[in-house]
């Protein structure tokens, strides 16, 4: 450990506090640490289970096929003559950037090669900045949304088991949104979920990815909350769907 400073010991997975009373940044830094830890004990445990025969059940040409299916179910475009790039890694998922001139966006979707479920998607805009401060909060537009979150998720085989949807966005005195974006969370009766995240500038998606342990989520964002009111930065969230 070095003395006054923050540390994580490996060996006996232990933080190392120093004197001080801990600054937010401080919190954070262990929050963001035990979420991204979590995360990755699940998936390390889920790839010494199926690593075997991840790559019998769900082949890189089915994988392309679910990818294209998705991006084309999700943001309605044509993804039949996609140019494509594949990677498999060691947590049995398969990357595939897909792209196409037409599109406004270049996206990349883990599949898993076990189950074919789509773990994440994640765009670049090509022509717009998906995360902009100076937005005006547009509350009913953001709820009305809503509605387009539950139509995903019955195009792409998400909406049996939902539980509740809620979204969230972070905000400023001025009434403008923190980053230009807003964040839909949808919750399954069997403790997983979805973060869907909505930029206003590009007036879409850009990123959407699999929470394992939904209540682990809710417990880092209400944390992150706490030190981001601090900040000057408030957070508005609702309940927009539940069954």
Partial sequence: ????????????????LPEHVLSDEEILQIVDFMEKRDYSVIKENKTV????????NVSEKGALEIAKQTVANIFKIDASDASYKIEFDKSSSYYINLDDK???????VEVDSDNGMVNRISLDYKDVEECISGIKVQKNKFVQYGSEIIEICNKIGL??????????????EDGTLNQGTVKYIVEYDDGS?????????????YDIYYIPII??????EKQKSKVNKKNGIFKEKMVVWTK
């Avoid at 070095?2 to 006996?12: A, D, M, R, T």
């Avoid at 909406?159 to 400023?172: C, E, H, M, T, V």
């Avoid at 909505?198 to 879409?204: R, T």
């Fill in 159 to 172: 909406y049996n088991g939902i539980k509740k949807i809620r979204l969230s966005y972070n905000y400023l």
């Fill in 215 to 220: 209540e682990q989520y809710k417990k880092y």
């Fill in 102 to 108: 037409e599109w406004k966006f270049d996206v990349s």
């Fill in 49 to 56: 289970q199926q690593y075997a025969s991840a790559d019998e």
């Fill in 1 to 16: 450990a070095v003395l006054g400073k923050l540390c994580f010991c490996i060996q006996n997975s232990t933080f190392y």
């Fill in 193 to 205: 979920g979805y973060v869907l995240l909505y930029s206003v500038a590009a007036d879409n998606l």
